[in-house]
């Protein structure tokens, strides 16, 4: 196998046959994506070489485990019907064609409006955060598309695959094997081994006849544990606990009003009583309930490929090298939508702030902030934005609560007020910012532990706090919930305890303790591919065609083995540090694969269309009869 290069070389074929066969495992979007670029290009690079795609996934290929159609209709998806695309419009810079096909939004109010109807689903408007069931049905279309438009055949595998020879037959849990000449491995989110503080916890619960429910997929979590009427201690305010909170509530049977303008909850009596809390101890930003003509993700301006090729070759340091880069980055965003488009709002002019922040590091730029933005609402301190209770100590729980209650309202107001339009700008740029990050950790431009600890898990979870929230109907519930005695909020940097045969809670910001019979993990796992429970990863680690260390920090701590690593074609990189030229790998699994952030937006030029588009044609290049000398150079 050949070091890593932008070398493209056909590869044998796995049987004295002519036909290529191209297996993916897993079916769920990314796969999707792929297959759609790949129709897309076959015509011209292809030839006649006729090819067989195989899907291997124990979910029904388009929406995959996470986009099953098996699911509660009462969870949602966290973006507009508007703002969700699985093709290419003409805003992608890719190298095969544009294949224009319907957003959600233009689905929905189509062709898709019958197939909801038929599964009893309402048809969501373009503003509307829909159904994760209407996503599944979009998705099973557009599969259903894209397997007609391909010039292969396609046969699916509702099963595992758990294992992969050195010539490449793909091992299915029945036993069937698949000779194939290049394997795609979009597994999607991985199951994980629990950790040994999670197998700590739960060893400790069974003792005391408690519930511990570790980190998982709520959808797939068993809540029956959770009993009516009792304390549970939650410790996430994500996503994650989004879902939670639905399906205990809505879930067994408590509804909504609205009375004078307030969302009021009626219970049914079998609801727990909530207590979250998290390393905020807030919840996750509302999503933006605006656009703004014109705005959308632009090139970096300093955190680009050429600021980190000037500052020398080798490993880069994150939070010397990259961080300030970043935080550049996130204020010009603000601040020039800021002095744009409120400029009655600001002191001097676009220019001349931009100019002073050319010149400083963030660090440097307190007094030219305050003198030319006289409000402190409308300054960007990403340490405020990032842990917005950091400092603050109550003496009185219930103190606490009334403070991030209307904490909790003021970003309603702000996420749904376009005079506020410097947080869009910040949005975008957080997206832009995604981007490089991604380039440089294919690349190699980061070390292990920087890619593990500071992009990986805490600028993951600041984008994810900033960028990925819950519709702002879901903080509107959790607030109705908050004045219904459902949920009450425990605060930041929770700790957790067993005391006396119970789970005891308490933040170093607020007096007091919580004792609850049940503790819930309200998130996913932390990634770490030396802990998955897939079979097929498990033993490739184990034959080094993929790698993965366990990652020590300087200071000792276990960061356990992070994603999976691939080269900037998305080839897998072994253990010995080649690379293989017939497994690809891509998702949110895969350490710096492009569009994993969420699902592509209209007209915004994403990430994951071009790495797809890439992607295929490298596979139709590998698999087409002869490769033409122009090709072989092609990077």
């Excluded at 096909?101 to 009893?120: F, H, K, M, Q, S």
């Excluded at 009427?229 to 909504?256: P, S």
């Excluded at 975008?428 to 991604?438: D, R, T, W």
Aim: charged content about 25%.
């Amino acid at each position: 196998m050949s070091r890593a290069t932008g070398e493209l070389r056909r590869l044998p074929t796995s049987s004295s046959s002519d036909v290529a066969t191209v297996v993916f495992v897993g079916g769920g979007p990314r796969t999707v994506g792929v297959m759609e670029r790949f129709a897309a290009s076959a015509v011209e690079l292809l030839g006649e070489r006729p090819v067989e795609i195989h899907v291997v996934d124990p979910y029904p290929a388009g929406g995959g485990r996470i986009w099953r159609r098996e699911q509660s209709r009462l969870l949602w998806m966290n973006s507009m019907t508007s703002d969700i695309t699985i093709f290419t419009d003409e805003s992608v810079e890719c190298a095969g064609p544009i294949v224009p096909g319907p957003d959600l939004a233009t689905w929905v109010a189509g062709e898709g409006a019958v197939i909801l109807e038929r599964a009893g689903l309402e048809i969501p408007g373009p503003m509307d955060f829909p159904p994760r069931l209407v996503q599944a049905e979009y998705l099973a279309w557009v599969w259903n598309r894209v397997v007609r438009d391909l010039p292969t055949t396609v046969t699916t595998h509702l099963e595992r695959a758990v294992g992969l020879t050195p010539d490449h037959r793909v091992i299915l849990a029945s036993g069937k094997e698949i000779a194939a000449d290049v394997v795609v491995l979009a597994v999607g989110y991985l199951d994980r081994l629990p950790t040994a503080s999670e197998s700590a916890w739960a060893a400790q619960a069974a003792d005391a006849r408690l519930t511990y429910i570790p980190p998982g997929y709520t959808a797939d979590v068993d809540l029956d544990g959770l009993w009516p009427g009792e304390n549970v201690i939650v410790r996430g305010f994500g996503q994650a606990f989004i879902d939670l909170m639905v399906l205990l509530t809505e879930g067994r049977g408590g509804w909504y009003d609205e009375c004078d303008g307030l969302l009021k909850y009626h219970p049914s009596g079998d609801e727990p009583v909530l207590y979250v809390g998290s390393r905020r101890g807030v919840p996750y930003h509302a999503k933006l309930g605006y656009t703004v003509a014109g705005t959308k993700p632009v090139p970096t301006r300093y955190l680009t490929k050429q600021a980190l090729d000037d500052l020398g070759d080798g490993v880069l340091d994150f939070d010397a090298d990259v961080r300030p880069l970043i935080d550049k980055e996130l204020a010009f965003a603000h601040y020039q939508q800021l002095f744009t488009a409120h400029p009655e709002r600001t002191r001097g002019t676009w220019q001349e702030f931009a100019d002073v922040l050319d010149r400083l590091p963030v660090v440097a730029l307190t007094s030219a902030v305050e003198a030319a933005v006289p409000d402190p609402a409308d300054r960007f301190v990403r340490a405020d934005v990032d842990r917005p209770l950091a400092g603050r100590f109550f003496e009185d729980r219930d103190l606490f609560e009334r403070f991030l209650t209307e904490l909790i309202e003021t970003d309603l107001l702000r996420r749904s007020d376009s005079s506020y339009s410097a947080d869009l700008a910040v949005f975008n740029a957080l997206l832009s910012i995604y981007s490089v990050l991604s380039q440089a950790i294919t690349e190699g431009r980061l070390s292990d532990e920087d890619r593990v600890r500071s992009v990986e898990t805490e600028w993951h979870g600041f984008f994810s706090f900033v960028a990925s929230g819950p519709p702002p109907r879901r903080l509107e519930e959790l607030l109705a919930l908050h004045r219904a005695g459902i949920v009450h909020f425990a605060g930041p940097d929770l700790d957790i305890a067993i005391d006396n045969d119970r789970f005891v809670a308490s933040s170093p910001n607020i007096e007091g303790e919580i004792h609850a019979r049940a503790f819930v993990e309200a998130r996913l796992p932390r990634p770490d591919v030396l802990a998955s429970t897939d079979p097929l990863l498990q033993g490739l680690l184990a034959d080094g065609v993929l790698a993965a260390d366990e990652l020590f920090a300087t200071d000792g701590t276990s960061l356990g083995g992070g994603q999976l690593k691939a080269d900037s074609q998305s080839r897998a990189i072994q253990a010995d540090g080649t690379v293989h030229p017939a497994v690809f790998l891509l998702g949110p699994s895969v350490s710096g694969s492009a569009g994993s952030s969420g699902f592509s937006r209209p007209h915004f030029n994403g990430p994951g269309f071009r790495q797809n588009d890439a992607v295929a044609r490298d596979l139709l290049r590998l698999l087409a009869p002869a490769v033409r000398k122009e090709e072989r150079h092609a990077s």
